[in-house]
């Protein structure tokens, strides 16, 4: 029986982290959530909607890492900075979900992951909206807290076959699917499970954390996407890789899968992937 990795931080360190980091979001919530239904958006270079609160949200975030961990490298999706392989290194996204965000529609959320040569080993899905926090540390396990209850761990639930699958998917950008094409085969996707649901971005992996999804998918991530969501899913029992099934390096993905079994994750790579094509690399 192989063990568990040594985690690289203390159940006291984890502690205080998940203390410092908890504090955080509640500082960042009081600029995301102000703007709720109220923000107006501008697009990005990429196309992207951004917002004043996704600007101001990470300005908060910087502050309260930085004040905590003043000698920690950040990398966040509004502002920028390098994503460090050697020592420390936070990733942050204000508002994970902002299309939602501007519609009014509370499935969003707030991620903050720390690597630790280059791998992630605490992270923080932080649903603002729906007051609820899923959290978790290598070797720590996973965890869920609501607005005024006590953290429960939570766990994957049991492993299903495909056809017995629920899976959530969050767009079909890099697909058969999209206007401008790609690698990825999602029109297979619904034809093949037993129900295919458009949770979208990170709401659905804190489901697939607590087993109220079996599988997840995403044909295109950023780091601050994939480390919150990756030591998450593992420490409650998940496997996590890009679309193409590798595991290596998963920051660095472009793509990403979680699902409650290795099979399960295999299958949906098999279904969906594209081995041949660099959007994996």
């Not at 605490?122 to 926090?133: D, P, R, V």
């Not at 697909?175 to 094409?181: E, F, I, P, R, V």
């Not at 595991?247 to 295999?266: D, G, K």
């Not at 790579?269 to 094509?277: E, F, K, R, T």
């Given at each position: 029986m192989?063990?568990?990795p040594?985690s690289?931080?203390?159940p006291?360190?984890?502690r205080a982290?998940?203390?410092?980091?908890?504090?955080a979001?509640?500082?960042s919530?009081a600029?995301?959530?102000?703007h709720?239904?109220?923000?107006?958006?501008?697009?990005?270079?990429?196309?992207s909607?951004v917002?004043?609160?996704d600007?101001?949200g990470?300005?908060?975030?910087?502050?309260?890492l930085?004040?905590?961990w003043?000698?920690?490298p950040?990398?966040?999706e509004?502002?920028?900075?390098?994503?460090?392989?050697?020592g420390?290194?936070?990733?942050?996204?204000?508002?994970?979900?902002t299309?939602?965000?501007?519609?009014?529609?509370?499935?969003?959320g707030t991620?903050?992951?720390?690597?630790?040569d280059?791998?992630?080993?605490?992270?923080?899905?932080?649903?603002?909206a729906?007051?609820?926090?899923?959290?978790?540390?290598?070797?720590?396990g996973?965890?869920?807290t609501?607005?005024g209850?006590?953290?429960?761990?939570v766990?994957?639930?049991?492993?299903?076959p495909?056809?017995?699958?629920?899976?959530?998917?969050?767009?079909?950008?890099?697909?058969?699917?999209?206007?401008?094409?790609?690698?990825?085969?999602?029109?297979?996707v619904?034809?093949?499970?037993?129900?295919?649901r458009?949770?979208?971005?990170?709401?659905?992996?804190?489901?697939?954390?607590?087993?109220?999804?079996d599988?997840a998918?995403?044909?295109?991530?950023?780091?601050w996407?994939i480390?919150?969501?990756?030591?998450c899913?593992t420490?409650a029992?998940?496997?996590?890789?890009?679309?193409?099934?590798?595991?290596?390096?998963i920051?660095?993905?472009?793509?990403?899968v979680?699902?409650?079994?290795?099979?399960?994750?295999?299958?949906l790579?098999?279904?969906?992937?594209?081995p041949?094509?660099?959007?994996?690399?």
């Amino acid at each position: 029986m192989s063990r568990a990795p040594r985690s690289p931080l203390s159940p006291r360190e984890f502690r205080a982290t998940v203390s410092t980091v908890q504090k955080a979001v509640r500082a960042s919530d009081a600029i995301i959530l102000r703007h709720f239904t109220r923000a107006r958006i501008s697009h990005k270079a990429d196309g992207s909607e951004v917002t004043v609160a996704d600007k101001g949200g990470e300005r908060s975030l910087r502050r309260s890492l930085g004040k905590a961990w003043p000698k920690d490298p950040v990398l966040g999706e509004e502002f920028g900075g390098s994503l460090v392989r050697s020592g420390r290194c936070w990733l942050v996204d204000p508002i994970d979900g902002t299309a939602s965000y501007v519609l009014g529609i509370p499935m969003f959320g707030t991620l903050i992951s720390l690597l630790i040569d280059g791998e992630p080993v605490f992270g923080c899905i932080h649903l603002s909206a729906l007051k609820e926090t899923t959290f978790a540390g290598l070797g720590h396990g996973c965890w869920l807290t609501r607005e005024g209850g006590r953290a429960r761990r939570v766990r994957v639930g049991p492993a299903r076959p495909l056809n017995q699958a629920q899976v959530g998917l969050t767009s079909f950008k890099e697909s058969d699917l999209s206007a401008k094409g790609g690698p990825w085969r999602l029109s297979r996707v619904g034809r093949e499970l037993l129900r295919l649901r458009l949770v979208g971005d990170c709401v659905q992996y804190a489901l697939v954390c607590r087993g109220a999804l079996d599988g997840a998918i995403d044909p295109l991530m950023n780091p601050w996407d994939i480390g919150p969501l990756a030591i998450c899913v593992t420490e409650a029992g998940g496997s996590v890789s890009d679309l193409n099934g590798e595991q290596s390096r998963i920051v660095e993905r472009r793509s990403f899968v979680a699902a409650n079994s290795p099979q399960l994750r295999e299958a949906l790579c098999a279904l969906v992937g594209n081995p041949g094509s660099p959007a994996g690399a």
